[in-house]
Nanobody
Framework: QVRLVESGGGLVQAGGSLRLSCAAS????????MGWFRQSPVKEREFVAA????????YYADSVKGRFTISRDYANNAVYLQMNSLKPEDTAVYYC?????????????????????WGQGIQVTVSS
């Protein structure tokens, strides 16, 4: 079993920055891709960003393009989300997700069903 551990959330003022981290607990785990989703009380879980492990191709939701950057640490099996110019509407619980390299079928980054493992979630609150 693979456990994803998130860190780096918290409270920040609008316009500020936060950096989320997510590490896989099992070093032998090889992912095909890792990503971030978020969910607020008024919205369903939505895609934020993803990165494909092999070639570092990145994918972003339109709402975060130009403000958020996803990156990976291949050696430590970790993924990061640098969030700049934060807005109150970015307030949500952020979830890390990973797709195993052994997963079958096509990969469409915004589809949560394309991921095999999920973190517990971490709160990000942006005050106005």
């Amino acid at each position: 079993q693979v456990r994803l551990v998130e860190s780096g959330g918290g409270l920040v003022q609008a316009g500020g920055s936060l950096r989320l981290s997510c590490a896989a607990s099992r070093r032998t785990f090889t992912s095909y891709a890792m990503g971030w989703f978020r969910q607020s009380p008024v919205k369903e879980r939505e895609f934020v960003a993803a990165i494909r492990w092999t070639d570092a191709n990145t994918y972003y939701a339109d709402s975060v393009k130009g403000r958020f950057t996803i990156s990976r640490d291949y050696a430590n099996n970790a993924v990061y989300l640098q969030m700049n110019s934060l807005k109150p509407e970015d307030t949500a619980v952020y979830y890390c997700a990973a797709r195993s390299i052994d997963a079958s079928g096509g990969y469409y980054p915004p589809n949560p069903r394309n991921y095999d493992y999920w973190g517990q979630g971490i709160q990000v609150t942006v005050s106005s």
